[in-house]
């Protein structure tokens, strides 16, 4: 499976972004695949922003990000979106969509997944 995420860029305090990640593959239709977004700032890990299951119906979020950031998908588009509102200077990162996740639950790590995208920058300013 092949990801593409978009969307990044530079936005003020109290604003918002929307981030896209294009899902395609050659063995597997788009609804196959659960997708989790990721951010990494420089000096720390990879942190678990949040994910969607395959139809849809079940999404999770870490807690740094509840309240403020929603994903969706649109299976006739293969894409999953990430709405981020309220953005702080603290969610400056790079922002990674996975797919290929080999378990499902409220706090997936980045070992979950097999196949990762290339990465949007977002950079909030105060």
């Known amino acids: 499976v092949q990801l593409q995420a978009s969307g990044g860029g530079l936005v003020q305090a109290g604003g918002s972004l929307r981030l896209s990640c294009a899902v395609s593959?050659?063995?597997?239709?788009?609804?196959?695949?659960?997708v989790g977004w990721f951010r990494q700032a420089p000096g720390k890990e990879r942190e678990f922003v949040g994910g969607?299951?395959?139809?849809?119906?079940?999404?999770y979020y870490g807690d740094s990000v509840k309240g403020r950031f929603t994903i969706s998908r649109d299976n006739a588009a293969n894409t999953v979106y990430l709405q981020m509102n309220s953005l702080k200077p603290e969610d400056t990162a790079v922002y990674y969509c996975?797919?290929?996740?080999?378990?499902?639950?409220?706090?997936?790590?980045?070992?979950?997944?097999?196949?990762w995208g290339q990465g949007t920058q977002v950079t909030v300013s105060s």
């Open positions: 996975a797919a290929g996740a080999t378990r499902w639950g409220p706090r997936l790590e980045p070992s979950d997944f097999g196949s």
């Open positions: 593959g050659r063995t597997r239709t788009f609804n196959y695949y659960a």
């Open positions: 969607i299951s395959r139809s849809g119906d079940s999404t």
